[in-house]
């Protein structure tokens, strides 16, 4: 499975 | 929020005192370096109006802090470059580098520059608190700037406990550098705290 590396956290 | 405070809060006591004694301008430049590696998503990815605009606004106020600080008189004038002299390209780049290099979850640029930003902000007030120990009394301005500062961590690990349980949110890089972080300003807290528990001026040992 692909990771999420999107980081929405400042 | 506090985040945002901290920046506000120093902006003001440098306009208003017209000084920046006691005001590590070292730290800052770590924070220029920790929001230029992780905001690069500012030009490739969209998460919210909110995000966008704090990111922008964290960078311009780092940046236009440190102009303020070493460049534009009067306050330049009270930068004192010896006493806030952490040597952090040694000390806090280099090991935030290696770290960011081997600890990243995936080996692209964005996710190395991500993770070697979480390891650099989670040490970047140690210039300030080495130059507040230098100098021991702490003006009250000042204070209210450095407690704010790492007030936010402590508010991240409250989100991030929240979130595990709400959403299943995982970030084990982000929780240890937050751990640290908070962990760094815990001494300085305790005499903040006291200080203002009595109503005194904060003197650090």
């Known amino acids: 499975e692909e990771a999420d590396h999107t980081h929405d956290e400042l | 929020m506090l985040h945002l ?3 506000l809060l120093l902006l ?3 306009k208003k005192s017209k000084s920046c004694v006691g005001i590590s301008c070292r730290m800052q430049e770590c924070y220029a ?3 230029c590696l992780r905001y690069l998503d500012l030009f490739y990815q969209f998460i919210s109006v909110y995000n966008t605009a704090m990111k922008v606004v964290f960078i311009s106020s780092t940046f236009y802090l440190i102009f303020l600080m070493r460049f534009q008189p009067p306050v330049s004038a009270t930068y004192d470059r010896t006493a806030d002299s952490f040597p952090y390209e040694q000390y806090l780049l280099g090991p935030a580098a290696v770290l960011g ?3 990243a979850e995936e080996w692209s640029i964005p996710e190395i520059f991500w ?3 979480i390891w650099l902000e989670s040490v970047s007030i140690l210039p300030q608190l080495i130059l507040l120990q230098q100098l021991r009394e702490v003006e009250n301005l000042t204070a209210e700037f450095v407690a704010t500062m790492g007030a936010y961590r402590f508010f991240y690990i409250l989100n991030w406990i929240y979130r595990y349980f709400a959403e299943g949110y ?5 929780w240890l550098g937050g751990i640290v972080q908070t962990g760094l300003y815990v001494d300085f807290f305790y005499y903040y705290a006291m200080s203002k528990w ?3 001026k904060l003197v650090l040992p």
Do not use: H
């Open chain 2, 5 to 7: 405070m901290s920046i």
């Open chain 2, 12 to 14: 003001w006591k440098l």
């Open chain 2, 33 to 35: 370096i920790v929001f």
């Open chain 2, 101 to 103: 290099f081997i600890s």
């Open chain 2, 115 to 117: 993770t070697a930003s």
């Open chain 2, 170 to 174: 995982v970030n084990w890089i982000g």
């Open chain 2, 198 to 200: 009595y109503g005194q």
